[in-house]
């Protein structure tokens, strides 16, 4: 169970540290259109955050039900 769990943080932390990378990688935007861009990379960023919490809940469900089955055997 232990081991599962420090996989998921691994993966986790890998890749919000790509995604950071990626963000502070990408150019800046022009002035005009610096707080519209920063609003809709801010809004990616939360979505990203909130598919991989989701992506997450859905693996352990089914580590749990895998390990609850083999339990059973």
Do not use: C, W
């Amino acid at each position: 169970m232990r081991r599962v769990l420090r996989s998921q943080q691994a993966i986790f932390a890998l890749l919000d540290a790509l995604t950071k990378a990626f963000l502070t990688s990408v150019p800046e935007p022009p002035a005009e259109a610096r707080e519209r861009m920063l609003a809709v990379g801010r809004d990616r960023y939360s979505r990203l955050m909130k598919n991989a919490g989701y992506a997450m809940a859905n693996e352990s469900r089914a580590a749990m039900q895998s390990l609850e089955a083999h339990s059973d055997e």
